[in-house]
């Protein structure tokens, strides 16, 4: 079994390189015309230079996992700006994919929670697809489209799971169907649990994103790891993918839901021994507060098991 450390958008270790400089839509409309695209320009070629020295780092640590920014282009969904971000940044785009490419990168994105598609408003559905789509082209602007991965939740269950499950399945109808094939679903740490996310997954043939924090989080009791990974990881199979988990463990008991700076691996044991059983192959998305540090730390941390092997910065075999 081979396990890849990867971490969520900004390298920690590296001064001044946050993907995600904001230009928000307050400051922008208090701009004259050519000022507000100048400052369009001007944030978004600072994030796509971020990125492009953070995959660079990655590469030279051999961290071959990373999730991108959602931030990079700001304004990109708002109706009153949007604005053609690719013509003007088509060679650096570019530049990224053809980086992630050459290194055989694992890269990803992961909108945020309001990226729903259990609401019953329509216009809350018609933001989603709008903001899917954004993810989906800047992918492919990289010449990404066809391997990276867009991952949200099911959404809110608004009083009535039921009936919001199906309206996630009427709903998700209204994503165009290529976008729809990049997508992935992830279990809730408090609405909906690993079995009903994997349930509304094996329906629309999306592959399931386990969060092994969030299901430790919010279980049924008759739900096990070992009983769950086995049908979820051949969803995986349907984008021609081997599976993605994320991991990290609670802050304190107190605030168990809220991430800590680091992954403790003890926390972990109990998933790590599935896994070994399993001998299956998989990328662990670290979603702790130190990001790269604690990947490579968890990396190094689980290295000292007895029978683990470190094999690359962010590579461990067992």
């Known amino acids: 079994m081979i396990i890849r450390f990867g971490y969520v958008s900004h390298a920690l270790s590296l001064w001044d390189c946050s993907p995600a400089k904001s230009l928000t839509f307050t400051r922008w409309k208090k701009l004259d015309v050519e000022e507000r695209h100048d400052q369009l320009l001007y944030v978004t070629k600072q994030n796509l230079e971020h990125t492009l020295r953070m995959l660079h780092y990655n590469i030279a640590h051999e961290i071959w996992v990373y999730r991108l920014s959602s931030s990079i282009v700001p304004l990109a969904t708002h109706p ?81 799971k039921q009936k919001a499950t199906e309206r996630f399945h009427q709903n998700i109808k209204s994503l165009p169907s290529h976008i729809k094939k990049r997508m992935t679903l ?21 592959p399931l994103l386990f969060d092994y924090h969030h299901f430790m989080a919010n279980k049924d009791e008759d739900e096990k790891v070992e009983e769950l990974l086995p049908k979820i990881f051949p969803t995986w199979e349907w984008v021609g993918l081997h599976p993605k988990i994320h991991v990290s463990s609670p802050k304190s008991e107190k605030e168990f839901r809220s991430h800590a700076d680091y992954v403790d691996a003890d926390f972990l044991m109990p998933l790590l021994k599935v896994l070994k059983e399993m001998n299956v192959d998989v990328d662990f998305m670290i979603e702790a507060k130190q990001k790269d540090k604690a990947a490579l730390k968890l990396c190094e941390d689980i290295s000292r098991i007895r029978g683990v092997k470190r094999i690359g910065g962010a590579t461990i075999q067992w």
């Not at 408090?190 to 043939?205: D, M």
Request: proline share 2%.
């Open 80 to 160: 009153e700006v949007l604005w053609d971000y690719r013509t003007p940044f088509k060679e650096l785009f570019l530049e990224i994919g053809a980086l992630v490419k050459k290194y055989k990168l694992r890269v990803s994105f992961h909108p945020n929670q309001f990226t729903l598609f259990t609401s019953d408003k329509k216009h809350i559905t018609e933001n989603a697809v709008s903001d899917m789509s954004y993810h989906y082209d800047v992918l492919d602007a990289m010449g990404l489209a066809d391997e990276a991965i867009i991952n949200i939740h099911v959404g809110g269950a608004y009083g009535d």
């Open 186 to 206: 992830e279990n809730d740490d408090k609405t909906y649990t690993t079995s009903e996310t994997l349930a509304i997954c094996q329906k629309e043939h999306i």
